[in-house]
């Protein structure tokens, strides 16, 4: 990204790639060689190169629309200090006015969302259902009901002890 610090549009998307983790990748890296996250990564950072402060300007004028953003576990693979990263980066989309549905098991990126639809009560034909909803703490209080809700409650309290 620093080679490329001259030329603006190209500096710019380096540094995307790097603020969602991709850092580590080689220009000319061919797309099969890619992971299912690190390929949704590199979509999501098309979509980010797009959104600039003028745009979120003329969003808040009602003369841009926003979009929906649907990403399947896209920190499968990533170094905890990438999922920090990757949690910014969606938060900067949700900024820009833009939606963001994040299908995950990453306890740090669920406990970040503005709302959680948790399915189960199990896996498979034992799942399906709608067992809780909400923001993270009106999910919490369903940890009779919820896997997802008693194992964000032991993160969060783990998270807390260690602060």
Do not use: C, N
């Amino acid at each position: 990204a620093e080679f490329f610090s001259a030329h603006p549009r190209i500096h710019y998307a380096l540094r995307l790639l790097q603020d969602v983790g991709l850092g580590y990748l080689t220009l000319g890296q061919q797309s099969p060689t890619l992971s299912g996250g690190e390929a949704q990564r590199i979509k999501l950072v098309t979509e980010l190169a797009k959104v600039r402060p003028d745009a979120r300007r003329m969003r808040q004028g009602g003369s841009e629309r926003s979009t929906l953003y649907v990403l399947d576990e896209p920190t499968v693979g990533l170094h905890m200090a990438d999922t920090e990263k990757l949690i910014r980066v969606l938060q900067r989309l949700v900024d820009a006015g833009h939606s963001v549905v994040v299908i995950e098991h990453d306890l740090d990126v669920i406990a970040e969302a503005d709302w959680i639809v948790d399915l189960g009560p199990e896996g498979g034909a034992q799942g399906g259902r709608v067992v809780a909803e909400g923001p993270p703490e009106d999910v919490l209080r369903r940890a009779q009901r919820s896997h997802t809700a008693r194992a964000l409650k032991e993160f969060l309290s783990q998270r807390r002890l260690a602060a």
